[in-house]
Protein backbone atom coordinates (compact mmCIF):
# COMPACT_ATOMS: atom_id res chain seq x y z
CA UNK A 1 0.00 0.00 0.00
CA UNK A 2 1.43 3.46 -0.61
CA UNK A 3 1.75 5.37 2.42
CA UNK A 4 -0.91 7.88 3.94
CA UNK A 5 0.24 11.16 4.78
CA UNK A 6 0.78 11.29 8.85
CA UNK A 7 -1.07 14.52 8.70
CA UNK A 8 -4.36 13.27 7.36
CA UNK A 9 -5.13 9.73 7.64
CA UNK A 10 -7.59 9.76 4.54
CA UNK A 11 -5.06 11.82 1.87
CA UNK A 12 -1.74 11.06 0.26
CA UNK A 13 -0.98 14.12 0.28
CA UNK A 14 1.89 16.24 2.31
CA UNK A 15 1.34 19.98 1.80
CA UNK A 16 4.31 20.17 4.80
CA UNK A 17 6.94 19.46 1.94
CA UNK A 18 5.25 21.05 -0.68
CA UNK A 19 2.03 23.05 -1.30
CA UNK A 20 -0.47 23.55 -3.85
CA UNK A 21 -1.95 27.66 -3.19
CA UNK A 22 -4.26 28.01 -6.54
CA UNK A 23 -5.65 25.86 -8.74
CA UNK A 24 -7.28 27.01 -12.93
CA UNK A 25 -8.89 24.20 -13.74
CA UNK A 26 -10.14 23.95 -17.91
CA UNK A 27 -12.79 21.50 -18.48
CA UNK A 28 -14.60 20.36 -21.35
CA UNK A 29 -18.25 18.50 -19.59
CA UNK A 30 -18.77 15.61 -22.02
CA UNK A 31 -21.81 14.31 -21.74
CA UNK A 32 -22.06 11.65 -24.21
CA UNK A 33 -18.79 9.89 -23.03
CA UNK A 34 -19.91 10.95 -19.07
CA UNK A 35 -16.70 12.13 -18.56
CA UNK A 36 -15.25 15.71 -17.47
CA UNK A 37 -11.65 15.88 -19.66
CA UNK A 38 -9.02 18.79 -19.87
CA UNK A 39 -6.29 20.18 -17.11
CA UNK A 40 -5.79 21.33 -13.80
CA UNK A 41 -2.81 24.04 -13.37
CA UNK A 42 -1.63 24.27 -10.22
CA UNK A 43 0.65 27.00 -8.19
CA UNK A 44 2.60 25.07 -6.09
CA UNK A 45 5.21 26.19 -3.18
CA UNK A 46 7.89 24.63 -1.66
CA UNK A 47 7.86 24.15 2.20
CA UNK A 48 10.56 21.44 2.94
CA UNK A 49 13.46 21.33 -0.23
CA UNK A 50 14.13 17.68 -2.10
CA UNK A 51 10.33 16.52 -2.07
CA UNK A 52 8.15 15.35 -5.04
CA UNK A 53 4.29 16.83 -5.14
CA UNK A 54 1.93 14.31 -4.14
CA UNK A 55 -1.43 15.17 -5.30
CA UNK A 56 -4.95 12.70 -4.46
CA UNK A 57 -6.40 11.12 -7.49
CA UNK A 58 -8.93 8.50 -7.91
CA UNK A 59 -10.27 6.38 -10.95
CA UNK A 60 -8.36 9.83 -12.75
CA UNK A 61 -6.61 8.67 -16.48
CA UNK A 62 -3.56 11.20 -15.91
CA UNK A 63 -2.13 11.69 -19.75
CA UNK A 64 0.61 14.36 -18.90
CA UNK A 65 2.04 16.30 -16.43
CA UNK A 66 4.35 19.70 -17.59
CA UNK A 67 6.04 22.52 -16.23
CA UNK A 68 4.31 25.00 -17.49
CA UNK A 69 7.53 27.73 -17.13
CA UNK A 70 9.74 25.30 -19.68
CA UNK A 71 7.00 23.40 -21.01
CA UNK A 72 8.48 20.57 -20.24
CA UNK A 73 7.20 17.23 -19.41
CA UNK A 74 7.96 15.77 -16.04
CA UNK A 75 8.43 12.48 -14.62
CA UNK A 76 5.16 11.29 -12.65
CA UNK A 77 4.02 7.94 -11.14
CA UNK A 78 0.53 7.00 -10.37
CA UNK A 79 0.64 4.29 -7.14
CA UNK A 80 -1.09 1.68 -6.47
CA UNK A 81 -5.24 2.03 -5.88
CA UNK A 82 -7.06 2.06 -2.34
CA UNK A 83 -10.79 0.93 -3.40
CA UNK A 84 -11.96 4.05 -1.33
CA UNK A 85 -8.62 6.36 -0.93
CA UNK A 86 -7.66 6.11 -4.43
CA UNK A 87 -3.96 6.27 -5.82
CA UNK A 88 -1.40 9.14 -5.25
CA UNK A 89 0.34 10.80 -8.12
CA UNK A 90 4.33 11.86 -7.28
CA UNK A 91 5.32 14.16 -9.77
CA UNK A 92 8.84 15.54 -9.90
CA UNK A 93 9.54 18.93 -9.67
CA UNK A 94 11.61 20.73 -11.92
CA UNK A 95 15.19 21.61 -9.99
CA UNK A 96 15.05 25.63 -10.32
CA UNK A 97 16.36 27.04 -7.42
CA UNK A 98 13.00 28.48 -7.91
CA UNK A 99 10.29 28.21 -4.40
CA UNK A 100 7.32 27.96 -6.67
CA UNK A 101 6.11 25.86 -9.94
CA UNK A 102 3.18 25.97 -11.96
CA UNK A 103 2.48 22.77 -13.06
CA UNK A 104 0.41 21.19 -16.07
CA UNK A 105 -1.79 17.98 -15.61
CA UNK A 106 -3.84 16.94 -18.75
CA UNK A 107 -6.42 14.44 -17.14
CA UNK A 108 -9.83 12.97 -17.59
CA UNK A 109 -12.08 11.61 -14.91
CA UNK A 110 -14.09 7.67 -15.63
CA UNK A 111 -17.55 7.22 -15.74
CA UNK A 112 -17.17 5.73 -12.64
CA UNK A 113 -16.01 9.12 -10.88
CA UNK A 114 -17.11 8.74 -7.22
CA UNK A 115 -18.18 12.57 -6.95
CA UNK A 116 -19.90 13.07 -10.05
CA UNK A 117 -23.55 12.09 -10.98
CA UNK A 118 -24.57 11.38 -14.36
CA UNK A 119 -28.19 11.78 -15.50
CA UNK A 120 -29.89 10.93 -18.84
CA UNK A 121 -32.26 13.49 -19.49
CA UNK A 122 -35.38 11.19 -19.30
CA UNK A 123 -34.02 11.44 -15.22
CA UNK A 124 -34.58 15.19 -15.12
CA UNK A 125 -37.84 17.04 -14.88
CA UNK A 126 -37.84 18.54 -18.10
CA UNK A 127 -36.75 15.25 -20.04
CA UNK A 128 -34.83 17.10 -22.72
CA UNK A 129 -31.09 17.70 -21.88
CA UNK A 130 -28.52 15.78 -19.45
CA UNK A 131 -27.37 16.99 -16.27
CA UNK A 132 -24.24 16.21 -13.82
CA UNK A 133 -23.34 17.53 -10.48
CA UNK A 134 -20.97 16.85 -8.01
CA UNK A 135 -20.81 15.77 -3.91
CA UNK A 136 -17.07 16.26 -2.92
CA UNK A 137 -17.04 16.16 0.62
CA UNK A 138 -15.69 14.12 2.39
CA UNK A 139 -12.86 12.96 0.05
CA UNK A 140 -14.45 12.59 -3.53
CA UNK A 141 -12.48 15.82 -4.95
CA UNK A 142 -9.77 13.67 -6.16
CA UNK A 143 -12.20 11.51 -8.34
CA UNK A 144 -12.59 14.83 -9.89
CA UNK A 145 -9.12 16.66 -10.12
CA UNK A 146 -5.94 15.39 -8.93
CA UNK A 147 -5.33 17.65 -5.72
CA UNK A 148 -4.23 17.40 -1.94
CA UNK A 149 -7.51 16.36 -0.69
CA UNK A 150 -7.08 17.16 3.35
CA UNK A 151 -9.31 20.03 4.82
CA UNK A 152 -5.55 21.50 5.65
CA UNK A 153 -5.09 22.75 2.36
CA UNK A 154 -7.14 25.54 1.04
CA UNK A 155 -6.18 27.34 -2.29
CA UNK A 156 -8.35 29.85 -4.57
CA UNK A 157 -9.57 28.49 -7.87
CA UNK A 158 -10.07 29.82 -11.02
CA UNK A 159 -12.48 27.90 -13.82
CA UNK A 160 -13.14 27.85 -17.44
CA UNK A 161 -15.77 25.32 -18.27
CA UNK A 162 -17.46 24.03 -21.28
CA UNK A 163 -20.43 22.45 -21.70
CA UNK A 164 -23.32 21.61 -24.64
CA UNK A 165 -24.99 24.38 -25.91
CA UNK A 166 -28.37 25.49 -24.11
CA UNK A 167 -26.99 24.38 -20.69
CA UNK A 168 -25.67 26.45 -18.01
CA UNK A 169 -22.48 25.26 -15.31
CA UNK A 170 -22.82 26.20 -11.99
CA UNK A 171 -20.11 26.23 -9.50
CA UNK A 172 -18.69 27.02 -6.28
CA UNK A 173 -17.59 30.18 -6.98
CA UNK A 174 -18.27 33.85 -8.01
CA UNK A 175 -19.64 33.76 -12.22
CA UNK A 176 -17.41 35.78 -14.05
CA UNK A 177 -19.51 35.54 -17.62
CA UNK A 178 -19.65 33.25 -20.62
CA UNK A 179 -18.99 33.19 -24.00
CA UNK A 180 -21.16 31.28 -26.77
CA UNK A 181 -18.99 28.91 -29.16
CA UNK A 182 -20.46 26.78 -32.10
CA UNK A 183 -21.12 23.99 -30.15
CA UNK A 184 -20.20 24.15 -26.51
CA UNK A 185 -20.66 27.52 -24.01
CA UNK A 186 -17.84 28.31 -21.79
CA UNK A 187 -18.46 29.67 -18.63
CA UNK A 188 -15.97 31.45 -15.96
CA UNK A 189 -15.16 31.48 -12.48
CA UNK A 190 -13.33 32.28 -9.97
CA UNK A 191 -12.89 31.49 -5.99
CA UNK A 192 -10.63 33.97 -4.73
CA UNK A 193 -11.12 33.08 -1.32
CA UNK A 194 -8.88 30.17 -0.63
CA UNK A 195 -11.14 26.65 0.13
CA UNK A 196 -10.57 23.13 1.11
CA UNK A 197 -10.70 20.93 -1.80
CA UNK A 198 -14.13 19.47 -0.62
CA UNK A 199 -15.38 22.63 -1.48
CA UNK A 200 -15.18 22.32 -5.07
CA UNK A 201 -18.15 21.88 -6.79
CA UNK A 202 -20.11 21.75 -10.16
CA UNK A 203 -23.25 21.61 -11.68
CA UNK A 204 -24.38 21.45 -15.41
CA UNK A 205 -28.25 21.57 -16.50
CA UNK A 206 -30.61 22.99 -18.38
CA UNK A 207 -31.03 25.61 -15.14
CA UNK A 208 -32.98 28.77 -14.64
CA UNK A 209 -32.40 31.39 -11.40
CA UNK A 210 -34.82 33.81 -9.11
CA UNK A 211 -33.31 36.45 -7.59
CA UNK A 212 -34.46 36.20 -4.15
CA UNK A 213 -32.60 38.74 -2.22
CA UNK A 214 -29.96 41.63 -3.27
CA UNK A 215 -27.08 38.52 -2.71
CA UNK A 216 -28.96 35.50 -3.80
CA UNK A 217 -30.89 33.91 -6.76
CA UNK A 218 -32.31 30.23 -6.80
CA UNK A 219 -31.61 28.03 -9.72
CA UNK A 220 -33.42 24.89 -10.52
CA UNK A 221 -34.84 23.29 -13.62
CA UNK A 222 -37.51 25.75 -14.48
CA UNK A 223 -39.72 23.27 -13.30
CA UNK A 224 -39.67 23.94 -9.68
CA UNK A 225 -37.84 27.79 -9.98
CA UNK A 226 -40.86 29.22 -8.78
CA UNK A 227 -41.50 27.51 -6.05
CA UNK A 228 -38.15 27.33 -4.84
CA UNK A 229 -38.38 31.00 -4.97
CA UNK A 230 -41.22 30.96 -2.56
CA UNK A 231 -39.50 28.64 -0.68
CA UNK A 232 -36.55 30.37 0.03
CA UNK A 233 -37.49 33.74 0.05
CA UNK A 234 -36.48 34.32 3.06
CA UNK A 235 -32.86 33.26 2.74
CA UNK A 236 -31.74 37.38 3.04
CA UNK A 237 -33.28 37.81 6.74
CA UNK A 238 -31.21 34.62 7.39
CA UNK A 239 -27.98 35.84 5.84
CA UNK A 240 -28.74 39.12 7.94
CA UNK A 241 -29.32 37.19 11.51
CA UNK A 242 -26.31 34.94 10.28
CA UNK A 243 -24.00 38.47 10.08
CA UNK A 244 -24.98 39.29 13.55
CA UNK A 245 -23.86 36.12 14.97
CA UNK A 246 -20.80 35.40 12.95
CA UNK A 247 -19.65 38.89 11.22
CA UNK A 248 -19.72 40.00 8.11
CA UNK A 249 -20.14 37.72 4.96
CA UNK A 250 -17.09 37.39 2.84
CA UNK A 251 -18.10 35.36 -0.26
CA UNK A 252 -20.23 38.36 -1.99
CA UNK A 253 -22.71 35.99 -3.39
CA UNK A 254 -25.27 33.67 -1.38
CA UNK A 255 -26.90 31.98 -4.18
CA UNK A 256 -29.20 28.12 -4.25
CA UNK A 257 -28.97 25.40 -6.21
CA UNK A 258 -31.82 22.46 -6.02
CA UNK A 259 -30.45 19.88 -7.32
CA UNK A 260 -32.51 16.98 -9.03
CA UNK A 261 -34.48 14.42 -6.24
CA UNK A 262 -30.91 12.09 -6.40
CA UNK A 263 -29.09 14.46 -4.56
CA UNK A 264 -28.16 12.24 -1.49
CA UNK A 265 -27.92 15.20 1.36
CA UNK A 266 -30.21 17.58 2.46
CA UNK A 267 -27.64 19.99 1.89
CA UNK A 268 -23.77 20.73 1.12
CA UNK A 269 -22.68 24.12 1.73
CA UNK A 270 -20.48 25.00 -1.05
CA UNK A 271 -19.19 28.50 -1.15
CA UNK A 272 -21.42 31.10 -3.27
CA UNK A 273 -23.81 27.92 -4.06
CA UNK A 274 -25.04 25.79 -1.25
CA UNK A 275 -26.55 22.40 -3.05
CA UNK A 276 -29.92 21.33 -1.39
CA UNK A 277 -32.34 18.42 -1.96
CA UNK A 278 -35.34 18.80 -3.52
CA UNK A 279 -36.75 17.09 -0.57
CA UNK A 280 -36.93 20.78 1.01
CA UNK A 281 -39.58 22.29 -1.20
CA UNK A 282 -42.44 21.86 1.29
CA UNK A 283 -44.37 24.69 0.36
CA UNK A 284 -44.69 26.20 3.35
CA UNK A 285 -40.86 27.10 4.31
CA UNK A 286 -41.25 24.77 7.29
CA UNK A 287 -37.87 23.08 5.96
CA UNK A 288 -35.82 26.00 5.77
CA UNK A 289 -33.99 25.31 8.92
CA UNK A 290 -31.26 23.69 6.31
CA UNK A 291 -30.87 26.56 4.43
CA UNK A 292 -30.15 28.27 7.80
CA UNK A 293 -27.79 25.09 8.62
CA UNK A 294 -25.75 25.59 5.10
CA UNK A 295 -25.57 29.49 5.50
CA UNK A 296 -23.93 29.03 8.70
CA UNK A 297 -21.13 27.03 7.02
CA UNK A 298 -20.15 30.64 5.38
CA UNK A 299 -18.11 30.80 8.63
CA UNK A 300 -17.82 27.22 10.64
CA UNK A 301 -16.82 25.16 7.95
CA UNK A 302 -15.60 27.12 5.28
CA UNK A 303 -13.37 29.89 6.26
CA UNK A 304 -12.93 27.90 9.63
CA UNK A 305 -12.16 24.18 8.63
CA UNK A 306 -11.44 21.09 10.32
CA UNK A 307 -7.87 19.75 9.38
CA UNK A 308 -8.90 16.11 9.18
CA UNK A 309 -11.74 14.46 9.15
CA UNK A 310 -11.40 13.14 12.72
CA UNK A 311 -12.44 16.59 13.97
CA UNK A 312 -15.31 17.06 11.78
CA UNK A 313 -17.11 18.09 14.69
CA UNK A 314 -15.21 21.80 14.22
CA UNK A 315 -17.40 21.57 11.27
CA UNK A 316 -20.96 19.95 12.17
CA UNK A 317 -21.17 21.20 15.56
CA UNK A 318 -20.24 24.75 15.78
CA UNK A 319 -22.56 24.69 12.81
CA UNK A 320 -25.39 23.23 14.74
CA UNK A 321 -24.39 25.75 17.75
CA UNK A 322 -24.78 28.60 14.96
CA UNK A 323 -27.57 27.00 12.97
CA UNK A 324 -29.60 27.37 16.91
CA UNK A 325 -28.22 30.52 17.67
CA UNK A 326 -30.05 31.94 14.30
CA UNK A 327 -33.51 30.07 14.94
CA UNK A 328 -32.93 31.97 18.15
CA UNK A 329 -32.45 35.21 16.72
CA UNK A 330 -35.37 34.72 13.61
CA UNK A 331 -37.99 32.32 16.11
CA UNK A 332 -37.02 33.22 19.52
CA UNK A 333 -35.09 31.09 22.46
CA UNK A 334 -37.94 28.40 23.05
CA UNK A 335 -37.27 27.72 19.30
CA UNK A 336 -33.40 27.26 19.47
CA UNK A 337 -34.12 25.39 22.67
CA UNK A 338 -37.07 22.76 20.76
CA UNK A 339 -34.73 22.20 18.06
CA UNK A 340 -31.65 21.00 20.41
CA UNK A 341 -34.41 18.63 21.83
CA UNK A 342 -34.87 17.29 18.18
CA UNK A 343 -31.32 16.94 17.58
CA UNK A 344 -30.55 15.09 20.97
CA UNK A 345 -33.62 12.70 19.98
CA UNK A 346 -31.89 11.93 16.62
CA UNK A 347 -28.81 11.72 18.49
CA UNK A 348 -30.22 8.97 20.99
CA UNK A 349 -31.53 6.86 17.77
CA UNK A 350 -28.19 7.33 15.98
CA UNK A 351 -26.41 5.78 18.66
CA UNK A 352 -29.01 3.22 19.59
CA UNK A 353 -28.67 2.24 15.75
CA UNK A 354 -24.74 2.02 15.79
CA UNK A 355 -24.31 0.67 19.35
CA UNK A 356 -23.29 2.63 22.35
CA UNK A 357 -19.80 0.97 22.49
CA UNK A 358 -19.25 1.50 18.57
CA UNK A 359 -15.63 3.75 18.66
CA UNK A 360 -16.99 5.85 15.71
CA UNK A 361 -19.65 7.19 17.89
CA UNK A 362 -16.88 9.20 20.11
CA UNK A 363 -16.69 12.99 19.46
CA UNK A 364 -13.19 12.36 18.14
CA UNK A 365 -13.07 8.99 16.45
CA UNK A 366 -9.68 7.48 14.59
CA UNK A 367 -10.27 7.24 11.10
CA UNK A 368 -6.88 5.20 10.14
CA UNK A 369 -8.27 2.80 7.03
CA UNK A 370 -11.60 4.28 7.52
CA UNK A 371 -13.65 5.98 4.93
CA UNK A 372 -15.57 9.33 6.18
CA UNK A 373 -18.67 8.14 4.14
CA UNK A 374 -18.30 5.19 6.41
CA UNK A 375 -18.09 7.26 9.67
CA UNK A 376 -20.40 9.73 8.95
CA UNK A 377 -23.32 9.62 11.18
CA UNK A 378 -25.57 12.41 13.54
CA UNK A 379 -22.40 11.86 16.41
CA UNK A 380 -20.37 15.11 15.31
CA UNK A 381 -23.29 17.39 14.88
CA UNK A 382 -25.08 16.67 18.25
CA UNK A 383 -23.08 16.12 20.49
CA UNK A 384 -20.51 18.77 18.75
CA UNK A 385 -23.61 20.39 19.60
CA UNK A 386 -24.23 19.88 23.15
CA UNK A 387 -20.52 20.66 24.39
CA UNK A 388 -20.89 23.65 23.10
CA UNK A 389 -24.33 24.38 24.84
CA UNK A 390 -22.47 22.75 27.95
CA UNK A 391 -19.34 25.29 27.58
CA UNK A 392 -21.82 28.49 27.50
CA UNK A 393 -24.18 27.12 29.96
CA UNK A 394 -21.19 26.42 32.43
CA UNK A 395 -19.09 29.95 31.33
CA UNK A 396 -21.83 32.07 31.67
CA UNK A 397 -24.22 31.62 29.20
CA UNK A 398 -24.68 33.84 25.27
CA UNK A 399 -23.17 37.12 27.01
CA UNK A 400 -19.89 35.85 27.88
CA UNK A 401 -19.91 33.08 24.82
CA UNK A 402 -21.50 34.40 21.56
CA UNK A 403 -18.80 37.24 21.96
CA UNK A 404 -16.20 34.56 22.40
CA UNK A 405 -17.82 32.84 18.88
CA UNK A 406 -17.34 35.59 16.99
CA UNK A 407 -13.54 35.77 18.52
CA UNK A 408 -12.94 32.53 17.42
CA UNK A 409 -14.42 32.69 14.01
CA UNK A 410 -11.31 35.82 13.36
CA UNK A 411 -8.76 33.99 14.97
CA UNK A 412 -9.20 30.85 12.82
CA UNK A 413 -10.72 31.88 9.80
CA UNK A 414 -9.13 31.56 6.04
CA UNK A 415 -7.46 28.13 8.30
CA UNK A 416 -7.60 24.85 9.62
CA UNK A 417 -7.60 23.55 12.61
CA UNK A 418 -7.73 20.82 14.99
CA UNK A 419 -9.95 19.95 18.50
CA UNK A 420 -6.70 21.01 20.66
CA UNK A 421 -6.41 23.89 18.98
CA UNK A 422 -9.72 25.12 19.82
CA UNK A 423 -9.24 24.22 23.38
CA UNK A 424 -6.12 26.16 23.62
CA UNK A 425 -7.95 29.49 22.40
CA UNK A 426 -11.16 28.87 24.32
CA UNK A 427 -8.54 28.54 27.72
CA UNK A 428 -6.91 31.67 26.67
CA UNK A 429 -10.00 33.84 26.07
CA UNK A 430 -11.66 32.54 29.31
CA UNK A 431 -8.42 32.20 31.69
CA UNK A 432 -10.52 34.22 33.84
CA UNK A 433 -12.49 31.74 34.42
CA UNK A 434 -9.48 28.54 34.67
CA UNK A 435 -11.06 27.07 37.85
CA UNK A 436 -14.32 26.96 35.97
CA UNK A 437 -13.10 25.11 32.93
CA UNK A 438 -10.92 22.67 34.90
CA UNK A 439 -14.12 20.65 35.35
CA UNK A 440 -14.09 19.95 31.61
CA UNK A 441 -12.57 16.57 30.71
CA UNK A 442 -11.48 17.38 27.54
CA UNK A 443 -10.25 13.40 26.65
CA UNK A 444 -13.52 12.23 28.11
CA UNK A 445 -15.39 14.71 25.64
CA UNK A 446 -13.30 13.09 22.80
CA UNK A 447 -12.72 9.23 23.42
CA UNK A 448 -16.00 8.44 25.30
CA UNK A 449 -18.49 6.57 22.78
CA UNK A 450 -22.11 6.42 23.18
CA UNK A 451 -24.13 9.60 24.10
CA UNK A 452 -22.83 12.83 25.79
CA UNK A 453 -21.11 12.49 29.26
CA UNK A 454 -23.06 15.62 30.14
CA UNK A 455 -27.05 15.81 29.51
CA UNK A 456 -27.57 19.56 29.47
CA UNK A 457 -31.53 20.41 30.68
CA UNK A 458 -33.63 22.03 27.63
CA UNK A 459 -36.60 24.49 28.03
CA UNK A 460 -39.26 21.60 26.76
CA UNK A 461 -42.46 23.97 26.32
CA UNK A 462 -42.64 23.43 22.88
CA UNK A 463 -41.74 19.92 22.74
CA UNK A 464 -44.66 19.29 25.47
CA UNK A 465 -47.86 19.22 23.34
CA UNK A 466 -45.93 16.83 20.99
CA UNK A 467 -44.55 14.34 24.02
CA UNK A 468 -48.17 14.43 25.57
CA UNK A 469 -49.67 13.57 22.38
CA UNK A 470 -47.50 10.95 22.10
CA UNK A 471 -47.95 9.29 25.49
CA UNK A 472 -52.11 9.25 24.55
CA UNK A 473 -50.84 7.15 21.50
CA UNK A 474 -49.05 5.05 23.32
CA UNK A 475 -50.85 4.44 26.36
CA UNK A 476 -54.49 3.75 24.66
CA UNK A 477 -55.81 0.52 25.00
CA UNK A 478 -58.03 -0.46 22.02
CA UNK A 479 -59.55 -3.16 23.61
CA UNK A 480 -61.10 -1.26 26.83
CA UNK A 481 -61.62 2.15 25.26
CA UNK A 482 -62.55 3.14 21.85
CA UNK A 483 -60.72 4.94 19.60
CA UNK A 484 -60.56 8.88 21.27
CA UNK A 485 -58.64 10.33 18.58
CA UNK A 486 -59.80 12.75 15.97
CA UNK A 487 -57.91 15.40 13.29
CA UNK A 488 -58.25 18.10 15.53
CA UNK A 489 -55.47 16.53 17.48
CA UNK A 490 -52.96 17.99 15.70
CA UNK A 491 -54.66 21.69 14.49
CA UNK A 492 -52.65 23.41 17.42
CA UNK A 493 -49.40 21.72 16.13
CA UNK A 494 -46.90 23.43 13.69
CA UNK A 495 -45.71 20.74 10.70
CA UNK A 496 -41.93 20.79 13.35
CA UNK A 497 -44.24 19.79 15.94
CA UNK A 498 -45.88 16.94 13.96
CA UNK A 499 -42.43 15.74 13.28
CA UNK A 500 -41.39 16.12 16.62
CA UNK A 501 -44.60 13.75 17.80
CA UNK A 502 -43.74 11.56 15.02
CA UNK A 503 -40.33 11.79 16.53
CA UNK A 504 -40.93 10.81 20.25
CA UNK A 505 -43.09 7.66 19.45
CA UNK A 506 -40.03 6.84 17.53
CA UNK A 507 -38.50 6.72 20.50
CA UNK A 508 -40.96 4.28 22.30
CA UNK A 509 -41.14 0.13 21.25
CA UNK A 510 -42.98 0.13 18.09
CA UNK A 511 -46.90 0.60 17.89
CA UNK A 512 -49.10 -2.06 16.98
CA UNK A 513 -50.11 -2.41 13.24
CA UNK A 514 -53.64 -1.85 14.42
CA UNK A 515 -52.93 1.38 16.39
CA UNK A 516 -50.92 2.89 13.41
CA UNK A 517 -54.01 2.38 11.39
CA UNK A 518 -56.04 4.15 13.51
CA UNK A 519 -53.67 6.78 13.45
CA UNK A 520 -54.18 6.77 9.69
CA UNK A 521 -57.35 6.90 9.94
CA UNK A 522 -57.75 10.17 12.13
CA UNK A 523 -55.04 12.13 10.99
CA UNK A 524 -54.41 10.68 6.94
CA UNK A 525 -50.76 10.91 7.97
CA UNK A 526 -49.99 9.07 4.46
CA UNK A 527 -51.17 12.06 2.59
CA UNK A 528 -49.01 14.74 3.92
CA UNK A 529 -46.17 15.41 1.62
CA UNK A 530 -43.63 16.96 3.91
CA UNK A 531 -40.94 14.75 3.39
CA UNK A 532 -39.48 14.84 7.42
CA UNK A 533 -43.15 14.05 8.23
CA UNK A 534 -43.21 11.37 5.48
CA UNK A 535 -39.88 9.86 6.53
CA UNK A 536 -41.05 9.45 10.55
CA UNK A 537 -44.06 8.36 9.73
CA UNK A 538 -43.13 5.70 7.51
CA UNK A 539 -40.90 4.52 9.85
CA UNK A 540 -43.51 4.26 12.62
CA UNK A 541 -45.37 2.41 9.75
CA UNK A 542 -42.48 -0.33 9.08
CA UNK A 543 -41.60 -0.40 12.67
CA UNK A 544 -45.13 -1.40 13.48
CA UNK A 545 -45.31 -3.58 10.74
CA UNK A 546 -48.14 -2.28 8.92
CA UNK A 547 -48.28 -4.18 5.41
CA UNK A 548 -50.27 -1.56 3.81
CA UNK A 549 -47.15 1.13 4.07
CA UNK A 550 -44.90 -0.94 2.50
CA UNK A 551 -45.63 0.05 -0.79
CA UNK A 552 -45.18 3.75 0.18
CA UNK A 553 -42.36 3.25 1.69
CA UNK A 554 -40.34 1.57 -1.25
CA UNK A 555 -42.03 4.73 -3.54
CA UNK A 556 -40.36 7.14 -1.09
CA UNK A 557 -36.53 5.57 -0.87
CA UNK A 558 -36.30 5.07 -4.75
CA UNK A 559 -38.06 8.77 -5.60
CA UNK A 560 -35.74 10.25 -3.87
CA UNK A 561 -31.78 9.79 -2.35
CA UNK A 562 -31.33 12.09 0.46
CA UNK A 563 -29.65 9.34 2.49
CA UNK A 564 -30.96 10.48 6.26
CA UNK A 565 -34.15 9.15 4.79
CA UNK A 566 -33.59 6.44 2.55
CA UNK A 567 -30.78 4.60 4.90
CA UNK A 568 -33.04 4.62 8.00
CA UNK A 569 -35.92 3.42 5.49
CA UNK A 570 -33.74 0.72 4.05
CA UNK A 571 -32.62 -0.46 7.76
CA UNK A 572 -36.17 -0.90 9.00
CA UNK A 573 -37.23 -2.95 6.16
CA UNK A 574 -34.31 -5.29 6.05
CA UNK A 575 -34.93 -5.50 10.11
CA UNK A 576 -38.27 -6.85 9.19
CA UNK A 577 -37.00 -10.48 7.66
CA UNK A 578 -40.25 -10.64 5.56
CA UNK A 579 -39.78 -7.71 3.62
CA UNK A 580 -35.55 -8.40 3.13
CA UNK A 581 -36.13 -9.62 -0.32
CA UNK A 582 -37.92 -6.72 -1.30
CA UNK A 583 -35.61 -4.10 0.10
CA UNK A 584 -32.43 -5.82 -1.48
CA UNK A 585 -34.63 -6.12 -4.78
CA UNK A 586 -35.50 -2.43 -4.83
CA UNK A 587 -31.75 -1.52 -3.80
CA UNK A 588 -30.81 -3.70 -6.31
CA UNK A 589 -32.96 -2.08 -9.58
CA UNK A 590 -32.47 1.55 -8.46
CA UNK A 591 -28.73 1.21 -7.86
CA UNK A 592 -27.76 2.81 -11.14
CA UNK A 593 -30.01 5.73 -10.74
CA UNK A 594 -28.25 6.33 -6.71
CA UNK A 595 -25.29 8.81 -6.20
CA UNK A 596 -22.12 7.11 -5.63
CA UNK A 597 -21.79 7.27 -2.05
CA UNK A 598 -25.66 6.15 -1.51
CA UNK A 599 -25.10 2.93 -3.10
CA UNK A 600 -22.16 2.50 -1.07
CA UNK A 601 -23.64 2.87 2.47
CA UNK A 602 -26.80 1.46 1.69
CA UNK A 603 -25.11 -1.73 0.23
CA UNK A 604 -23.47 -1.97 3.74
CA UNK A 605 -26.97 -1.38 5.19
CA UNK A 606 -28.29 -4.00 3.40
CA UNK A 607 -25.33 -6.37 4.28
CA UNK A 608 -24.18 -6.69 0.61
CA UNK A 609 -20.15 -5.73 1.76
CA UNK A 610 -18.82 -5.36 4.49
N1 LIG B 1 -21.72 19.35 4.92
C1 LIG B 1 -22.92 18.65 5.20
C2 LIG B 1 -23.20 17.53 4.25
C3 LIG B 1 -22.10 16.50 4.15
C4 LIG B 1 -21.45 16.04 5.27
C5 LIG B 1 -21.75 15.98 2.93
C6 LIG B 1 -20.44 15.10 5.16
C7 LIG B 1 -20.75 15.04 2.82
C8 LIG B 1 -20.09 14.59 3.94
C9 LIG B 1 -24.13 19.58 5.26
O1 LIG B 1 -23.83 20.84 5.77
C10 LIG B 1 -25.14 18.98 6.19
O2 LIG B 1 -24.82 18.82 7.33
N2 LIG B 1 -26.33 18.68 5.71
C11 LIG B 1 -27.40 18.17 6.53
C12 LIG B 1 -28.31 19.31 6.90
C13 LIG B 1 -28.83 19.35 8.27
C14 LIG B 1 -27.95 18.97 9.40
C15 LIG B 1 -29.62 20.60 8.55
C16 LIG B 1 -28.13 17.13 5.71
O3 LIG B 1 -27.68 16.82 4.60
O4 LIG B 1 -29.12 16.59 6.16
ZN1 LIG C 1 -23.47 20.73 7.86
Not at 519 to 546: D, P, V
Request: with cysteine; hydrophobic share 40%; net charge negative.
Amino acid sequence: MPEISPMDPNSYSRPDQVVVKELHLDWQVDFTRQVVAGFVLLTVECVQEGHDLILDTRDLVIKSVQDTASSKDLTYTLGEAHPNFGAPLSITLPESGKKTWKIKVNYETSPTCSALQWLSPEQTAGKRHPYVFSQCQAIHCRSLVPCQDTPAVKVKYTAEVRAPQGLTVLMSALREGQQEGEAHTTFKFSQPVPIPAYLLAVAVGDLESREVGPRSLVWSEKEFVDQAAHEFAETEVMLKAAEEVCGPYVWGQYDLLILPPSFPYGGMENPCLTFVTPTLLAGDRSLADVVIHEISHSWTGNLVTNSQWEHFWLNEGFTMFVERKIISRLSGEEARHFSAIGGWKDLADCIRTRGETDPLTQLVPDLNGIDPDDAFSTVPYEKGHTLLWHLETLLGGPAQFEPFLKAYLDKFKYSSLKSGQFVEFLQEYFKGQAEVLQQVDWQAWWTTPGMPIVTPKFNDALAIPCTALARRWVEWDPVTTKNPFTKEDLQALSPIQVRAFLAQLLEEAPLTSEKVCHMEEAYGMSSRLNSEIRFRWLRLCLRAKWDECVDAALQFITEQGRMKFVRPIYRDLYAWEEMRPRAVATFEKNRSAMMHVAAYVVAKDLHLRE
